[in-house]
């Protein structure tokens, strides 16, 4: 982890570099900090299908374009924001999903932002994380370097097949800590079947 550890310098470098060292590491964003527990990392455009960056810049994707340190926040399914952090020098288009994590300050605000929701639960998936840290739209392109912490480096760390996507299923991207309580169950795509018409076609 001796790259500039957190500076510009350590978000300077290949997503899926970047994930691992990321476990174990605190985000700060108002009274709400969370020790990161799961991640997943997010390649180039051209290269990695399942990025927001495949086929290109967009208007939506833009903050994925660096600089580096970045948060790059997205709506999705209608209803949640996830949060990635921006890797590789301005103009590349990649980064890291923050997956899972667990509150380690200003529990009672996460708390209240995550009505109901046990203190494990509370940052455990990445539109679960992003609502317990209070980030929105807004938060799009907010510099994060100073916001995220040095932590305790994890004993055993696991990589395997991000979770709920429908290409690039077989790259190996997803870094959680072994054992934690606070990972997410990893769900394997299932495609959507297309009801059959009334004549029995498909």
Same mark, same amino acid.
């Given at each position: 982890m001796?790259?500039g550890l957190?500076s510009r310098a350590?978000f300077?470098r290949?997503?899926?570099e970047?994930?691992?060292?990321l476990?174990?590491c605190v985000l700060v ?11 997943? *990392?997010?390649?180039?455009p051209?290269?990695?299908p399942?990025?927001?960056?495949y086929?290109g810049?967009t208007p ?5 374009f660096?600089?580096?340190g970045?948060l790059?926040v ?5 209803m ?12 590349h288009?990649?980064?890291?999903l923050?997956?899972a ?10 708390r209240?932002?995550?009505?109901g929701a046990?203190d494990?639960?509370l940052?455990?998936?990445p *539109?679960r994380l992003a609502t ?10 907010l ?6 912490? %040095?932590?305790?480096p994890?004993?055993s ?8 996507i429908?290409?690039?299923v $077989?790259t190996?991207?997803r870094f959680?800590? $072994?054992?934690?309580p606070?990972v997410s169950p990893?769900r394997a795509h299932?495609?959507r079947?297309?009801?059959p018409a %009334?004549d029995g076609?498909v």
């Amino acid at each position: 982890m001796g790259v500039g550890l957190l500076s510009r310098a350590f978000f300077d470098r290949p997503a899926h570099e970047v994930a691992p060292e990321l476990l174990g590491c605190v985000l700060v964003h108002g009274s709400v900090s969370v020790r990161l527990t799961e991640v997943e *990392a997010y390649g180039l455009p051209g290269e990695d299908p399942a990025s927001h960056t495949y086929r290109g810049r967009t208007p939506r994707n833009s903050v994925m374009f660096g600089p580096a340190g970045h948060l790059y926040v997205y709506f999705t399914y209608g209803m949640h924001y996830c949060a990635n952090l921006v890797c590789l020098p301005e103009g590349h288009g990649s980064a890291v999903l923050l997956r899972a994590g667990e509150i380690v300050s200003g529990i009672d605000v996460a708390r209240a932002r995550r009505d109901g929701a046990r203190d494990r639960d509370l940052a455990r998936g990445p *539109a679960r994380l992003a609502t317990a840290l209070g980030w929105g739209r807004e938060d799009n392109g907010l510099d994060m370097i100073g916001k995220v912490l %040095p932590g305790t480096p994890p004993a055993s760390v696991r990589a395997g097949p991000r979770t709920g996507i429908s290409t690039g299923v $077989e790259t190996p991207w997803r870094f959680w800590i $072994e054992g934690d309580p606070t990972v997410s169950p990893y769900r394997a795509h299932v495609p959507r079947r297309r009801r059959p018409a %009334p004549d029995g076609r498909v």
